[in-house]
């Protein structure tokens, strides 16, 4: 089981979508034995990634190249240095969705890690499109149920006093540099509202 992380999954949370072309997964260590096979059945080209560990598989479909890269129990943010170990349970939790392509269509089915998970790697990572890939969450109806089990698991993981130092940062931020932040990234307006619910719920995730 590989489950669905970074701008993707967030596409399948948030009503905001960032554009990426970067496919990133999450497998469980028993699972990745199986992917050698599994990505040369789908015609890719597979190798250990040597810097960060995990595995990368490429493929190129008419003329564009398609690249998968397969983080194994755990994720890495290279910019702060801070680790996300996946829960057993989480694979256990993973979410059906839906990934619509930003000129629309009909999408494809994955299985994505739940939003609380996702939430987390995006707020240990430093950088401004993870932060607005996190605004977008906190902004999305999905977001209030998951205060709970995102709080539980980022103190079970010692993530709390990395995610309050980037909950200060936002929080911290000018209602126009919130704004311009999105802009910048979603290509949406950002409404007052919006920031002052935004500022609640982000003083709510305080761990």
Not at 62 to 69: C, N, S, T, Y
Not at 71 to 80: A, G, L, V
Not at 113 to 129: C, S, T, Y
Request: positive net charge; proline residues 3%; glycine residues 8%.
């Amino acid at each position: 089981m590989i489950l669905l992380i970074g701008a993707f999954a967030v596409r399948a949370y948030a009503e905001r979508r960032r554009l990426t072309t970067d496919l990133d997964f999450v497998a469980p260590r028993a699972a990745q034995s199986s992917l050698a096979a599994l990505f040369k059945s789908l015609g890719y080209d597979y190798s250990p990634r040597t810097r960060f560990g995990g595995v990368r598989a490429i493929k190129y479909s008419g003329g564009r190249k398609i690249q998968l890269d397969v983080d194994i129990d755990s994720i890495r943010d290279e910019n702060t240095d801070s680790i996300y170990t996946i829960p057993e349970e989480t694979f256990r939790q993973r979410s059906q969705v839906r990934i619509v392509p930003l000129e629309g269509g009909t999408g494809v089915d994955a299985y994505a890690v739940p939003l609380a998970d996702l939430l987390i790697l995006k707020l240990m990572a430093g950088r401004d499109q993870d932060a607005a890939d996190a605004i977008a969450l906190i902004l999305s109806d999905s977001f209030p149920p998951v205060v709970a089990d995102f709080v539980r698991k980022a103190r079970n993981a010692g993530l709390a006093s990395r995610i309050n130092t980037r909950l200060g940062e936002l929080i911290s931020l000018a209602d126009k540099s919130l704004q311009n932040l999105m802009n910048g990234h979603t290509g949406g307006r950002m409404s007052m509202r919006e920031t002052s619910l935004l500022r609640r719920r982000l003083r709510n995730l305080r761990i």
